[in-house]
């Protein structure tokens, strides 16, 4: 699976949209970018994913490059409750194992 | 109603001892998986079972031994435990078996004195 970068940390004001990068230089044409948020002492809760298009749930969008080596998940309005560490996971369609990396650490700030 | 539930949530324990962790899915997923996450806060895949067969197996000691009695339920027997065992280990589950959307269990916190 290929691997990815991200900043260790980032801050958000409550309110403002987070947007949060992702490098995936790598990445092949069957593998999907995934995205996984965890809060403290909490299980990791999936986010969004996708494999070439932008993509919007009700939590996130989802803006994936052309060339498809970065991709972007926005959190639209953050929340003091969207701190979290925010896992960017590229994974093949082949296999269900996810790869977790460092993440990012956002913190929203009142 | 817990979508992934794990038991204990906390287990403290002594080096050498044989201990285990229930994991058990109420979803109806044919997929469920363990994860081990170190004082690094670094998460890592150990196994998957789908419809109780194993098809993740990364390398983890002989020591760790799942478990899957049915799909519902995923336990992970850990025999001679080491200090280097202590961890948070995480259950998740998904429908398929390569894994869209997993869904994480809250995590048991294993301490080996």
Known sequence: DAKTTQPTSMDCAEGRA??????????????YVYWYRQIHS????YIIHGLKNNETNEMASLIITEDRKSSTLILPHATLRDTAVYYCIVRSSNTGKLIFGQGTTLQVKP | DTAVSQTPKYLVTQMGNDKSIKCEQNLGHDTMYWYKQDSKKFLKIMFSYNNKELIINETVPNRFSP???????????????????SAVYFCASSQGRNGDEQFFGPGTRLTVL
């Open chain 1, 42 to 45: 909490q299980g990791p809760q």
């Open chain 1, 18 to 31: 987070a947007n949060l990068p992702c490098n995936h230089s790598t990445i092949s044409g069957n593998e």
């Open chain 2, 67 to 85: 478990k899957s009695p049915d799909k519902a339920h995923l336990n992970l027997h850990i025999n001679s435990l080491e200090l280097g065992d």
